[in-house]
């Protein structure tokens, strides 16, 4: 259905197309750049977004960016609009992976290149190129930190441990939540950690929009459900910072975060500035740093040397199958940060200002 309605409002705006002009400018211009955000909803979005723009002006471009309020619709209109004016390339980072193509392929009709940015566009061959971070490695930073601060290379259990995952339909997800059971998987199969609620699969631990409030529910309900006896959960595997903080909001609603009943480690990630304070005041115990400059730089690069006729740069030619094409990647590193390190990473680093979390 969601198809459905997305390809009829192609063909209409495919029809207004031919009305309207080119968006390139003057001659001298280097041409316009049309950037598809998913959200405001996160810190991220907006820096990427902001960073994007400054590094395009930079080199000489204009630059059309948009946020679509987390709507699948809105986000196909705002690129079909693009594709409208003319933009010399799209960069998008897309709501729902799955749901694009139609919008991808009209770019691709009127020989506009499209780069997946952050999360990867399924189910065309019409993706040129995918800037990201290494998502399985944001996965096993998770994974490794819970080993390290439990201590399970020694430790003999059981010590119980909850799974969140991402949004299901946004292809990160599943990388982020491998990574860190490529981790933790052998010590559940020892025995050293256990699930007590038994959710270990994907679609029934997964966080439909990565939504905090959600996530706050399913705490509920798993503190509930499992834990209303005098035993307290060691360890949450939260995929991010906004589903961490829905997290830390039940748990401590239900208790935890004293000598008593202490927080259990909770990762994240992106460094959002609310879960950084959160893991000063010892409630959220990590974040993954994925640092969005770098990645707005490396995307930029990629669209300046696709318009120049030269060969983006890519250290990724394997991970990622869209189920039509293997995407060329440039993968980006991130960093695992908590309060021993975010003063030097994240505010000494100029990712944030001390005034951000404090
Ligand atoms: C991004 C994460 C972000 C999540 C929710 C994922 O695709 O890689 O950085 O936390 O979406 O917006």
Not at 15 to 29: H, I, K, M, R, Y
Not at 81 to 104: R, Y
């Amino acid at each position: 259905m969601k198809k459905f309605i997305l390809a009829f409002s192609l063909i209409t705006l495919a029809t207004l197309n031919t009305a309207c002009g080119d968006a390139s400018g003057s001659e001298d211009d280097k041409g316009t750049i049309g950037i598809s955000m998913p959200s405001k909803s996160l810190e991220r979005w907006e820096k990427d977004g902001n960073n994007m723009v400054a590094e395009f002006e930079a080199l000489g471009y204009e630059t059309d960016i948009q946020y679509a309020q987390d709507e699948i619709q809105t986000q196909a209109s705002q690129i079909e609009n693009m594709v409208t004016k003319g933009v010399d390339a799209i960069i998008i980072a897309p709501i729902d992976g799955e749901v694009l193509s139609d919008s991808v392929n009209l770019a691709a009709g009127q020989e506009i290149p499209v780069i997946a940015y952050d999360r990867l566009i399924m189910n065309t061959d019409k993706v040129s190129y995918y800037a990201t971070f290494d998502n399985f490695t944001v996965g096993k930073l998770q994974g490794e930190y819970i080993a390290d601060h439990l201590n399970l290379e020694k430790e003999k259990g059981p010590l119980n441990i909850e799974l969140f995952a991402g949004a299901p339909d946004d292809n990160n997800a599943h990388f982020f939540f491998e990574g860190a059971m490529s981790i933790l998987q052998p010590y559940i199969d020892e025995g050293v950690l256990i699930v007590k609620s038994n959710q270990t699969d994907f679609a029934t631990i997964a966080i439909e929009n990565w939504s905090s409030s959600i996530a706050q529910t399913r705490m509920d309900n798993l503190l509930t459900s499992s834990y209303s006896d005098e035993t307290k959960v060691d360890a949450i595997l939260s995929p991010n910072d906004a589903v961490a903080q829905g997290v830390v909001s039940s748990l401590k609603s239900m208790g935890y975060g004293d000598d008593a009943r202490p927080m259990p480690v909770i990762t994240g990630q992106d460094a959002e500035a609310a879960s950084v304070k959160s893991i000063i005041n010892e409630e959220q115990t990590m974040t993954v740093f994925k640092d969005t400059s770098k990645l707005a730089k490396i995307t930029t690069q990629m669209v300046d040397a696709l318009l120049n006729d030269k060969k983006p740069e890519v250290n990724d030619t394997e991970t990622y199958d869209n189920n039509e094409i293997v995407v060329p990647t440039h993968l980006v590193d991130p960093v695992s940060v908590d309060i021993d390190n975010y003063q030097e990473i994240l505010i000494d680093g100029g990712y944030l200002e001390e005034s951000d979390v404090k």
